[in-house]
T-cell receptor, first 113, second 110 residues
Framework: ETGVTQSPTHLIKTRGQQVTLRCSSQ?????VSWYQQALGQGPQFIFQ???????GRGNFPPRFSGLQFPNYSSELNVNALELDDSALYLC????????????FGEGSRLTVL | QKEVEQDPGPLSVPEGAIVSLNCTYS??????FMWYRQYSRKGPELLMY????GNKEDGRFTAQVDKSSKYISLFIRDSQPSDSATYLC??????????FGAGTRLFVKA
């Protein structure tokens, strides 16, 4: 069984730039969620995708956007990067018919200078 | 007030000790309760999963949920240096949004 994979693992951007992070879901999982984890904090829910549609969103501005593809892989896009966007971005997949257990990837660590 | 509150620690114990990790929550609608373990520079991994109140045991780990007091606990028996990690409690209502605590850093000294 293939787990959740994310790319890139690390990246550095400057303020105002745009970034795209990618995620491949665990096999058999059709729902993907994105979380932001600042240093020393727990993961914060950004949004969830199911059947290529946004299924729920946390308290993040519209410059955070996403996509889910027919093979259940996903992208997180962040425009107009700010210094506070520096964090570990986690992708998690789950089965829509399950009870919500999240299976996380290793994360993409974004540094904004 | 955060929906899930957790003491960030750090908590340092000797090898073989019993570890008690705790969280409180404020949302009465929470029905599902989880503990995730996160090693440094890694993604969280699901450790324990409980529905509603009660206890659940898995090897050296026991999870307890008391909905009357909105209290979540994780006990680790015979702690090992390999248990050194950050432990995140989490809850959700059955919907799409899981709420995490800030995590407790645990160090088990050999």
């Amino acid at each position: 069984e293939t787990g959740v994979t994310q790319s890139p693992t690390h990246l550095i951007k400057t303020r105002g730039q745009q970034v795209t992070l990618r995620c491949s879901s665990q096999s058999g999982h059709n729902t993907v969620s994105w979380y932001q984890q600042a240093l020393g904090q727990g993961p914060q829910f950004i949004f969830q995708y199911y059947r290529e549609e946004e299924n729920g969103r946390g308290n993040f501005p519209p410059r955070f956007s996403g996509l889910q593809f027919p093979n259940y892989s996903s992208e997180l896009n962040v425009n107009a990067l700010e210094l506070d966007d520096s964090a570990l971005y986690l992708c998690a997949s789950t089965r829509a018919s399950g009870t919500g257990e999240l299976f996380f990837g290793e994360g993409s660590r974004l540094t904004v200078l | 007030q955060k929906e899930v509150e957790q003491d960030p620690g750090p908590l340092s114990v000797p090898e073989g000790a019993i570890v008690s990790l705790n969280c409180t929550y404020s949302n009465s609608a929470f029905q599902y309760f989880m503990w995730y373990r996160q090693y440094s520079r890694k993604g969280p991994e699901l450790l324990m999963y409980t529905y509603s109140s009660g206890n659940k045991e898995d090897g050296r780990f026991t999870a307890q949920v008391d909905k009357s007091s909105k209290y979540i606990s994780l006990f680790i028996r015979d702690s090992q240096p390999s248990d050194s990690a950050t432990y995140l409690c989490a809850s959700h209502t059955g919907g799409f949004k899981t709420i995490f605590g800030a995590g407790t850093r645990l160090f088990v000294k050999a």
